[in-house]
């Protein structure tokens, strides 16, 4: 066996290896995807969410400058979506949010189209305007529904 | 015949229920050990020597090579359905999830859970142990508690190591030589792996597999027959049962983790 300073050191490097491992794969691959700042919390409430989970990205002209904190249901039966975005941001009240797929089966997220107001968002506010997700089941149901009352 | 056969079920099912019980008493007694003073931490740093740092090299070998190969088949299969942009999620989630920890148990059972039951049934083999006992050592405490509490130690760290050096080679494989975009590859696979289901699950797995193997390959090295042909067969028998142990708790911890 080797001498006992030696092998202290060497096994002190392998776990603190180790444990760089385990940090990095529980903070920099298991944690948040979104990696700019954060600390505007917004609520939306939408009829619809689709397929949208937590940490889906929050978008601005495709520019990703938030992400989706927690999914849940109000009193009145619809999803409420709770979104961290960059609090540099000036967001008009009247901002819209609209949730969107990227490409035709691809993840969906959160874009949102800033208004004309001069007052901006902040953090805990609502954003009142908003676009449920497009869900092309509901879509061809409602398109083969109608088709056949016609028929008739 | 009939009751011959009869007989040898109900010899067996007493002989396995007897292991059981002998083995629960064995991790009762690791437990209070370790527990209570004396803790013999330089004895603990030499086994995590042993088994961590001598299983290092193999470890991360063997992670690049599998992470590579995971590359290669993942990028022949998904670009067959456009779908390379996703490799990072495939290569990602299946090492965390899967290939990191019982790819990671398996070598470190063949690389130092042999090597520790060898070593206990030869102590056994030369009445090293009864020596201890002369002394009032108990080798429980002296031998067979550095040794399983460092497996249970080194296990998760060399599955991280497993993992990262995986990802590295499957970045290795899809950017560099395949072409997938390397910011894709990183997106892919952050996204689709959280700390709540696959990192969680990983440290799990691995912390339950190193007790398994550190367990199995201690008590199979101290109730081993005291002969040459005793030590040979406690190291085989440690591979053996410890490998399909890693697998059989592997599904079922998967089941119960609910993926």
């Given amino acids: 066996m080797q001498p006992s300073a030696t092998r202290d050191l060497i096994v002190g490097l392998f776990v603190a290896a180790g444990l760089a491992a385990i940090g990095y794969l529980s903070i920099q691959v298991g944690g948040l995807s979104y990696k700019g700042p954060g600390g505007l919390r917004l609520y939306a409430t939408f009829d619809e969410i689709g397929g949208l989970k937590t940490r889906a990205p929050v978008e601005i002209a495709g520019v990703t400058v938030g992400q989706v904190v927690t999914i849940g249901l109000d009193p009145s039966m619809r999803a409420r979506v709770t979104i961290d975005v960059d609090p540099s941001l000036k967001l008009p009240t009247d901002t819209s949010a609209g949730i969107r797929t990227s490409g035709l089966l691809g993840d969906q997220f959160i874009e949102l189209e800033p208004g004309a107001e001069d ?8 954003i009142a305007m908003t676009e449920s997700a497009l869900s092309i089941e509901r879509l061809i149901g409602k398109f083969v529904h109608d088709s056949g009352v016609e028929s008739k | 015949m009939r009751l011959a056969a ?33 803790w013999r931490v330089r004895r603990l740093v030499g086994e995590v020597f042993d088994i961590g740092v001598l299983s290092l090299a193999i470890v991360c070998l063997s992670g690049a090579t599998v992470g590579a190969v995971l590359g290669l088949q993942g990028y022949t299969t998904l670009s067959r359905f456009g779908a390379a942009n996703s490799l990072g999620a495939v290569v990602g989630l299946s090492l965390v999830r899967e290939l990191g920890p019982v790819l990671t148990a398996l070598l470190v059972t063949g690389r130092a859970g042999s090597a520790m039951a060898a070593e206990i049934a030869s102590m056994l083999t030369t009445e090293q142990l ?14 067979v508690k550095p040794k399983a509490l460092a497996m249970l ?82 190291t085989t028998g440690t591979v053996v049962v410890a490998s399909v142990t890693i697998l059989l708790f592997d599904y079922v911890i998967t089941a119960l983790w609910g993926v």
């Fill in chain 2, 130 to 143: 009864d020596g201890l006992r002369m002394m009032s050592i108990d080798p429980v405490d002296f031998v």
């Fill in chain 2, 6 to 38: 009869i007989e040898t079920l109900g010899f067996r099912t007493v002989t396995f229920v007897t292991h059981l019980g002998r083995i629960a008493a064995f991790v009762g007694s690791i437990f209070v050990h370790s527990v209570r003073p004396p």
């Fill in chain 2, 153 to 234: 130690i080194s296990m998760p760290m060399l599955n991280a190591l497993f993992i990262c050096f995986a990802l590295f080679g499957g970045y290795v494989v899809g950017v560099k030589l395949l072409g997938v975009d390397g910011g894709t590859y990183i997106t892919s696979m952050e996204n689709a792996i959280t700390w709540e289901d696959d990192v969680a699950g990983t440290l799990l797995k691995s912390f339950i597999f190193g007790a398994l193997v550190g367990v199995i390959a201690t008590y199979r090295g101290y109730t081993a027959t005291p002969t040459s042909a005793g030590v040979s067969a406690a």
């Fill in chain 1, 119 to 126: 007052q901006t968002l902040t953090s805990g506010e609502e």
